[in-house]
Structure formats: structure tokens, C-alpha cells
């Protein structure tokens, strides 16, 4: 085949893909940047074009987009620093062999299966300040004055945190499952090598086994840090207020304004979510990037 014409048949077998790909990712986000720049009077219809004002508004105590934005990074933070290290503990205890090892995998992994939204209702009945699990198991105790009497969600002081415990529950099973596989695929040779040198669990953990699955674990900060700037399922529906609650991310107001009348503002927040879940990714593969022992790339 002449290579003039292999060149057109592979672009005419990759046009369908790029076409999707363009249509689904690359138009939305060209779409947002442009929205964005405008004032919007109705849902269907931009106003004046406005530049980079909705930027700017974002961060006035009218929208207080900042205080979005620094809870979805500190449940960012606690997801990479609470619930990435209990999935790795988790996915190396049953990596070298248990017993009732699939087991614990299905327990494990199950709440990943089970609706965000289910989730949410079932712990905000845990969380119920009347009847809720945590409150009368600290009343049987005699310790219900430790807790706020408005509740741990309604509680500026625990309201992010207790948010934040769900998400464990919900994705720690997920990010196991993955470091899991990784775990399994190390040759169980380097192991018995190792342990017959006198190497101890911790240390075939430490030096053989952690950095053979490193790019998993990269893979796993990624999509942690990802998940928590875009969560919203699980937190709307703890949000009664929405939008002025302790624990407002910036996706419960881009839903919010995207719907009243503020399609500018929605769009804003889309871009700046879009940078830095783009920014965090090639940070991250920069991070982990392999260097050689003089530290060159």
C-alpha cells in the first residue's frame, strides 16, 4: 500500500474517535472558556460580553467561591493523606496472602458498587443528632455532651470532616482494588529473595514492593485529588442549605448558578475547575516522573 494512502486510511479508521473525543471533551471545554466571558440575563441567552469579571466576582463575599474551593482541596488533601494510605495498608496485608482473602476484597470493595446518593442517606441517618448510630452509642456511654447538639453536619467545626468520612468508606475499597492488582503482580520471587536475605514484612513492603507499583499509586493521587474538586453527589445530599453550608464545594454552586440565571459565573467555575484538575495531573506525572541517579529527567 502506497504510504500516502496508508496515512489516509488510518486517519479515515481514527476520525469517528476524534470526533467523539473533540465532542465530548475538547468543544464543552472551549464552550465553557467562552460562556465564561459573558453576562448571562437568562438561561438561553448571553447578555454583554464582560471579560474576565465573572473571574473576579467569584472571589467577593457575594459568591465566596473561595471558601468552595478550599474545602474541596482540604477533602483533596485528607483523601490523599487519610484515605490513599489505609488502601495501600489495606491492599498490602492482602496482597501477601490471607486467609478469606477474596473475602475481605468483596467487603471491601463493595460500597464502590453502592450509589453516592444511597451512601449519603444512609449516614446522614448515622449522623442524626436524635436517633442516629453515633449519637445514641455515645449516650449509652454517657458522653452525648461531647458531641454538638446541632449535630456533627450541622457544626461548623466537624461539618467537613464528617463529610469526609463517607467518601473513606465509599472509595477506600476502589483505590485498594488497584494497588491490590499492582501488589499481586509483584514476582513473588523478589519476596523469597528478599525474606531469605533477612528482610523483614516491612521492609519487602518498603523497598520492593511500593516502588514496583508506584505508578498505581500515582495513578490513585490523581484520581483522589480529581474525585474531591469535582464531588458532589455525596455532599448535595447531605446540603440542606446547599449553598451556605460549612461544607459547599464548587460543583453544588456551578449546579446552582448554571440554573439561575448565571450561566457566566457556572462557566467560570467549570474553567477553573478544569485547570486544576489539569494542573494537579502534570504535577503529579512530573512528580513521579523516573529520573536517573543524577537526577536528570
Not at 488502601?87 to 486467609?99: D, E, F, P, Q, R
Not at 476484597?105 to 444512609?122: K, R
Not at 453544588?252 to 448554571?258: I, S, W
Request: hydrophobic residues 50%; charged residues 15%.
Amino acid at each position: 500500500m502506497h504510504k500516502k494512502n496508508k496515512g489516509i486510511t488510518i486517519f479515515l479508521f481514527l476520525l469517528p474517535a476524534l470526533a467523539l473525543f473533540f465532542g465530548i471533551l475538547i468543544a464543552p471545554i472551549i464552550a465553557s472558556v467562552h460562556h465564561s466571558l459573558f453576562q448571562y440575563k437568562t438561561f438561553e441567552n448571553a447578555g454583554d460580553f464582560v471579560g474576565l469579571k465573572n473571574y473576579r466576582d467569584l472571589f467577593t463575599s457575594e459568591y465566596d467561591f473561595g471558601t468552595a474551593l478550599k474545602n474541596a482541596l482540604i477533602l483533596a488533601g485528607l483523601s490523599v493523606f487519610i484515605q490513599l494510605p489505609i488502601s495501600l495498608g489495606l491492599a498490602l496485608m492482602l496482597g501477601k496472602g490471607i486467609k478469606g482473602e477474596r473475602f475481605y476484597l468483596s467487603v471491601y470493595f463493595m460500597p464502590v458498587l453502592i450509589s453516592a446518593v444511597v451512601i449519603g442517606m444512609l449516614w446522614e441517618k448515622i449522623y442524626n443528632p436524635i436517633y442516629g448510630l453515633i449519637f445514641k452509642s455515645f449516650e449509652a456511654f454517657g458522653w452525648e455532651s461531647v458531641l454538638p447538639p446541632e449535630g456533627l453536619l450541622g457544626n461548623k467545626k466537624t461539618a467537613l470532616m464528617a463529610v469526609f468520612i463517607p467518601t473513606i468508606w465509599q472509595y477506600v475499597g476502589y483505590h485498594m482494588l488497584l494497588m491490590y492488582a499492582g501488589v499481586k503482580s509483584v514476582s513473588p520471587e523478589l519476596r523469597e529473595a528478599a525474606m531469605l536475605d533477612g528482610a523483614t514484612d516491612g521492609q519487602v513492603n518498603r523497598y520492593i514492593v511500593i516502588p514496583s507499583i508506584k505508578q498505581i499509586i500515582k495513578v490513585s493521587i490523581i484520581f483522589a485529588i480529581t474525585g474531591s474538586l469535582k464531588s458532589y453527589d455525596l455532599i448535595k445530599v447531605f446540603a440542606k442549605d446547599a449553598y451556605n453550608c460549612s461544607y459547599k464545594v464548587p460543583s453544588l454552586m456551578l449546579v446552582r448558578y448554571a440554573f439561575n440565571n448565571a450561566g457566566g459565573i457556572a462557566s467560570a467555575i467549570a474553567v477553573i475547575m478544569i485547570i486544576l484538575c489539569f494542573a494537579f495531573a502534570i504535577t503529579i506525572n512530573w512528580l513521579f516522573k523516573e529520573r536517573d541517579p543524577y537526577g536528570k529527567k
